[in-house]
C-alpha cells in the first residue's frame, strides 16, 4: 500500500489509528502492539501477499538468531551464530535481488549459459535485512536486553518504515514500545505527526512527482540512441537529483509523521544533502541511517582510517561500491557508489590542504563554492543512478557537456525550468522537516555538524500547535491529496 | 508553596497547550473541508452528468435505450464507434475522421453506423478497417479521406490510439468543471440543476450531451447542440478560425493543402481498398467538403496540390469516389456547413443523394440509400441549414456563423 493513497490515507490510517489506541485502552499494550504487527502485514501483504510470508519466515529466524547469540554471548558459538545469522540474511537477499545479476557476470566471463527466472524483488527486503543484520551484531553486546518476540515483530514490520526505512536500530525503537503512555492518545504527537505527514505527501505527489514529468523524458531519450541539447540534459539530469530527493526525503518524513502519531519517534534519514558542503558532508546528510550503517557495519569493521590513509581508502571504496550494489543489482550502481567512494578519498586528500581557503579567503564565497563544486559532482554521479544502462548514462554526460547531436526542446523560458528552479530554491534554502520542527524533536537525536543556524526570519518558521500553522499544514495537506489524482506513482526508493 | 505554584504553571500550560492544539486541528480541518467541498462539487457534476460512463458502457446504453454521448473528459471515438459497429453490425459503415461524422442515419434506408473520428490518420484505417471485418461484414463502407493525410511532410497530429474504455476521475477531471464555468462551456446554474435534477428522457451520457446537446447520436452521427442553436459561442464564425489558420499554415500542418503526396499513405489506402476488397465489401471513397471562402483562400493561397494529385490518383486507380471538395458541385451551399472543414446534415444528404443513382446501379448495394424522392424532400425541407428543421437534439437553429443565412 502506498502512503500517497486515498486507500492509504483515508481507510488504513484512521481504521489503525483508533483501533490502536482503543485496543490500548481496553485491552492493553499486548493487544495493541499485537493489532499493529497485523496491521503492519496487511499492509505489507497489501502489495503481494505471498511475500507476507517471507517476511514473516524471516523475522522468526532472525529472532531465533537472536536469542541463540544472546545465550551464548561472551562464546565462540555466539560469533559463529551471529556469522551464520548474517550469512542467512545475505543468501536471502542475494538470492531475490543479486542472483540475476551474477549470473549474467559468470555466465559472460565463462562463456556459460546459465538460466536464473528473473524474481520480483520482495518490497523493502534490502531495509529490513540490513535492520535485522544491524539486530544481530548489536544483540552479542551484553547492554542489549533480550526483547519479547512481539516487540522484535513489530521493530521490524512497524508500517511506516517497513517498506523504504528509515534503518532503524532495535535500541532506538523497542524501548519505545515499552513506553507507559505508549497506547495512550496524545493529542500533541498527533498533530505533530500529522503535520510531518502532511509535508512529506506534498513534496511527493506535488513536488517530486512534477519533477518526473521532466526527469523521466530526458533519461527516455538517451535510453534510446538519441542525445539531448545541453541545456534540456542539465533540465532532465537536475530534475532527476531533484525528485529523488524530494521522493524520498518525502517517504521519510511520512514515515516519521506516521511513527509520531504512534507515539514512535524514528531517526532522521536527510537534513537537507544538497546543502552539504563537501561529499563526506553530503553523506551526513542523504539516507543518513544507511550511511550509518555503512559506516558501523562495513567500514569500521574493515578497519575504517586506523590502518593508514591508503588503507583507508580502500576501504572507503568497498564501502561505497557494496552501497551502490545495495541500491541495486546493475553496473550502473556499481559506477555510482565507485564514483562516490572516489569523491571522498578526493575529499580526503584536499581536506586540510588549505586549497579552498586559497582559492577563496572568504568563508560565504568559499561555503558557496565548496557547496556548488559537491552538489556538481553528485548530480552527475546521479546520472549513472537513474540511466537505464551505462550508455545511457554516458548519452547523458556527452549531451550535458554539449557533445550531444540533439537539439534543445524543453530549455529556455519554459514550465520545466521555473520548476526546477522552484523546487531547486526550496532543496538549497529552504528549512527542511528537522528545521521545521525543532521545538518538538521531530527525529531521534543526531549529530549537525555542518549545520547552520537559519537566518533569522525563517528562524520564525518553526512549527508550533497553532491555528496559523494548522491552517498552512492543512493546505499543505490538501494539495498533496489532491495532487495524489493527477499522477500517482511509487517511491522510487521501494525498488531498492 | 513553591511546588504547588510550580504545578499550577504546568496544568496552566497543558491547559494551554491543549487549547492550543485543538485550535491546530480545528485549523487543519478549514482547508481540508474547502477542498473537499470543492472536490465534491465537482465529483457531483461528474457523475450527475454521467461523465464516468465509458465509452463501450455509452455505446451499450444507446443501443439499447437511444440518447446522446458527449463526454467532456473522455473523447475515444475508437472503442466507442467498434462497439456501436459491433453491437448494430450496420449493412452501411461511414469511416473515417470527423468528417465522415455528418452521415445522418435518416439518409439511409438500410442499417447503418458512422465511425466518424476514429480514423484520423491513414494508419488508423488500417487497423480499423481488419477489426471491423473480423467482428461483421457490412455491404457498403464509405471511406471519407482528409486530404492532409497524404502529405508527405506533415507531422501527424494523434498520438497513439486512445483505446481506454475505463473512467477514473483525475485531477485534471475534477478541476475540468470550474474551467467549463470559466470559459463558459457549461453554466454554474445549469450544473448545479443537473446534480438536483437529472435531464429526463432518453440518457444524456457525458457534459456536452446534458449541458449542449452535443454528441454522438446512437447511429455515431455527430450533433453540434448549443452552438447551432446560439447558446454557446461559435469558434468560427464566417469561418475566421479556419481561415486564420490556412493563412499561418506551415508545409507540415495540418492545414497545407499542397506540398509533396505521400506515397505511402497512397499505399496504404490501396491496401485498406484491397482488404476491403478481398473480403467482398464495396467501398466508395469519399473527399469531404470545404467551406466556399476557404476552398477560395486555399486556391488563392498556395493551391489546392494535395486536394487535385488526390483526385488523379483516385480517378486513375479505378476504385470508386466522390469528390465533393467544392459545395456548389452538389448544390450545398456556405449555410449548410457547421465550421470550414465541416458540412452539417443537409450538405452530407446532398452528397448521399448526388451518390445514390451509382450506389443503386449496384445490385448488392440496392436499397442502401432512401430512395432519391425522399433525399430530395428532406434537402428541400431543410436547404440553408445544418441540421434538420426537426431533428432529435438540436434546438432551433439561428445563423450560428454569422453569414446571414436565413434558418
Partial sequence: MLFNSFAFIFAFLPVVLIAFF???????????????????????????????????CEVCINFGFGRAIIANRGAPAGRRIMIAGIVFNLLVLGFFKYALFFTGIVNDLAATHWTMIALVLPLGISFHTFQQIAYLIQVRDPKTPTYRFLDYVLFVTFFPQLIAGPIVHHNEVIPQLDKPDLTRWNTGNFALGLSIFSIGLFKKTVIADSLAQIATPAFTVVAGTQTLGAGDAWLGALAYSLQLYFDFSAYSDMAIGLAHMFNVTLPGNFDSPYKAVNIADFWRRWHMTLSRFLRDFLYFPLGGNHKGPSRAMINVMITMLLGGLWHGAGWTFIIWGGLHGLYICGHRLVRGSGLYEKLLPFAWPRRILAQAVTLFLVVIAWVFFRAADIHAAFRMLESMFGMGAGADVAFGISKPLVVVIATGAIALLAPNVIDLFARFQPVLAFDRPNARRMPPLLGRLKWRASPGWGLATGTVAVAGVIAILGWQSEFLYFQF | MDTILTLLDEEK????????????????????????????????????????????????????????????????????????????????????????????????????????????????????????????????????????????????????????????????????????IIHGDAGFGALVQTILKRP??????????????????????????????????????VFKTTLKRLRNAKADSKMAASGAFSEAAWSSLLEIAAALKGEGVEVRFVLPPVAGPVLKAMREGKGTGLLDTLHERLAGSGLGFYDFTDGPSFGSQDCEFVDGLHGGFVAYFRMLRTMAPDLESVPSLRGLVRPVGELDGLIAANSGRATLRDAAWSGSEVDFLGLGCQK
Fill in chain 2, 13 to 180: 500550560s497543558a491547559t494551554r497547550s491543549a487549547r492550543s492544539t485543538r485550535g491546530f486541528l480545528l485549523a487543519f480541518l478549514v482547508p481540508c473541508v474547502v477542498g473537499a467541498l470543492l472536490a465534491g462539487f465537482s465529483l457531483a457534476v461528474l457523475t450527475s452528468n454521467n461523465e464516468q460512463v465509458g465509452p463501450v458502457e455509452a455505446a451499450r446504453i444507446q443501443h439499447e435505450q437511444g440518447g446522446l454521448y458527449g463526454s467532456a473528459l473522455y473523447y475515444r471515438p475508437y472503442p466507442y464507434k467498434l462497439e456501436l459497429y459491433r453491437l448494430n453490425r450496420p449493412d452501411v459503415a461511414v469511416v473515417g475522421s470527423s468528417r465522415a461524422m455528418p452521415f445522418l442515419r435518416d439518409g439511409f434506408a438500410a442499417s447503418e453506423i458512422s465511425l466518424g473520428g476514429a480514423v484520423n490518420e491513414i494508419a488508423e484505417g488500417e487497423r480499423l478497417i481488419p477489426e471491423m471485418l473480423a467482428i461483421h461484414k457490412p455491404k457498403l463502407v464509405i471511406f471519407t479521406l482528409d486530404y492532409w493525410w497524404f502529405n508527405e511532410v506533415r507531422v501527424a497530429e494523434a498520438g497513439e490510439i486512445s483505446t481506454g474504455t475505463e473512467t477514473s476521475f483525475t485531477l485534471k477531471d475534477l478541476i475540468a468543471p470550474y474551467q467549463w
Fill in chain 1, 22 to 56: 482503543l485496543a490500548g485502552r481496553f485491552a492493553g499494550r499486548t493487544a495493541a502492539i499485537g493489532f499493529l504487527i497485523l496491521a503492519s502485514m496487511f499492509f505489507y501483504a497489501w502489495w503481494n501477499a505471498i511475500y507476507l510470508l517471507l517476511l514473516i
Fill in chain 2, 200 to 237: 429526463e428522457g432518453e440518457p444524456r451520457l457525458g457534459a456536452w450531451a446534458t449541458q449542449n446537446g452535443s454528441g454522438f447520436d446512437a447511429y455515431g452521427a455527430e450533433h453540434y447542440g448549443a452552438i447551432l442553436t446560439g447558446v454557446r459561442k461559435h469558434p468560427d464564425k
